[in-house]
Nanobody, 119 residues
Framework: VQLQASGGGLVQPGGSLRLSCAAS????????MGWYRQPPGNVRELVAA???????KYADPAKGRFTISRDNAKNTVYLQMNSLKPEDTAVYYC??????????????WGKGTQVTVSS
């Protein structure tokens, strides 16, 4: 499975970005797709995830500001990020798993896309 992410960039505080991630390859086994992020000097952490059935999971920092969605026909997952804060600055990684969104269950990682929130 290959994951191709796009949509990162520089945005001012309070702004919005939309990340996209297209999966290709042996995707029939994939249940969960999502996003992790790694802020500078910190560990990788879950942002949001969604199963093939539409069940979603959000980490506390993302609740109320970020929305994850999935187009199963296009094998693509999206992360709409609104009201961005400087602490959202990180490298964002698209993920895919046969199981859950837990870190140890992640089977595939995208290359990462930089999101920088700064004035």
């Amino acid at each position: 499975v290959q994951l191709q992410a796009s949509g990162g960039g520089l945005v001012q505080p309070g702004g919005s970005l939309r990340l996209s991630c297209a999966a290709s390859g042996s995707i029939f086994s994939i249940n969960t797709m999502g996003w992790y992020r790694q802020p500078p000097g910190n560990v990788r952490e879950l942002v949001a995830a969604i199963t093939s059935g539409g069940i979603t999971k959000y980490a506390d920092p993302a609740k109320g500001r970020f929305t994850i969605s999935r187009d199963n026909a296009k094998n693509t997952v999206y992360l709409q990020m609104n009201s961005l804060k400087p602490e959202d600055t990180a490298v964002y990684y698209c993920t895919a798993a046969r199981g859950s969104w837990a870190f140890q269950d992640i089977d595939y990682w995208g290359k990462g896309t930089q999101v920088t929130v700064s004035s």
